[in-house]
């Protein structure tokens, strides 16, 4: 993986979690990331359900993920400010098993509107429900789309079809009917599954399906992340709801645990 300017990265082991240093780290196989503000976090434990059942998939054992789940929480900002830390469990060249690392990263400011590219059909990625193999792709096919002028690139399936975001979960208004993609190609976003259930808890009737980008024309269009929560895409619809799910999702934040 290249190396991440301002990041500080720890790397766990039976003695705790300590400095990488400069030796480069193996293939990402699985990860996992989310805001930390002023000592909060939304849905931290479903981040780390997230995490675990993909670790366990690559060889983890579950006591060592546990003690690094409490070594990871310990090490987390809990002053004023925005983080975005990020956990990963890496390809080793030396051995086995995976090595599971903790990057503490500031955020980057928050955005509440996107401005978006359409990507041409077909799915770049090998594991669309998997975070963490096709993360540096994604990454890379987002600069291009920055680079363009645009903040995300909206993915499509071979037939033109939108599936989500690059780096982020897709979800639009028709009426009072909040729809997303279907889940089998798309990745469980923790933020996206937050604004369901709150959906389904206020009786808000759902719809899953694939429409293709035209279809959205004049519909209040999102964009969910566990980074920024609800960013509009801009130019797609005007956007009245925006501002009370995005409270929503801040009544969901919960102060950090405090590990023992």
Known sequence: MPPRD?????????HGLRAAGDEPAGALLVADSWLVADGTVRALDAHWARFGGR????????????RFRAAANAALPRGPGRWFPRVEAVARTTRDLPELRLALRPAPPAATVARVLVAAPGDPRTRPRWKGPDLERLIALRARATAAGADELLLCDDDGRL????????????????????????????????LLAIARREGVQLCVRSPVPDE????????????????VVEGWGPAPRAARWRAELERAARALPVER
Request: negative net charge.
């Open 6 to 14: 301002h990041d500080t990265v720890l790397r766990w082991s039976e």
């Open 55 to 66: 670790c366990a998939q690559v060889g983890v054992a579950r006591a060592d993920l546990e």
């Open 163 to 194: 599936l989500e975001g690059a780096l982020s979960s897709l979800l639009w208004w028709e009426g009072d009917t909040l729809c997303t993609t279907p889940d089998e190609r798309t990745l469980p976003g923790v933020t996206r599954e937050l």
């Open 216 to 231: 959205l024309a004049g519909c209040e269009t999102w964009l969910t992340s566990a980074l920024h929560g609800i960013r």
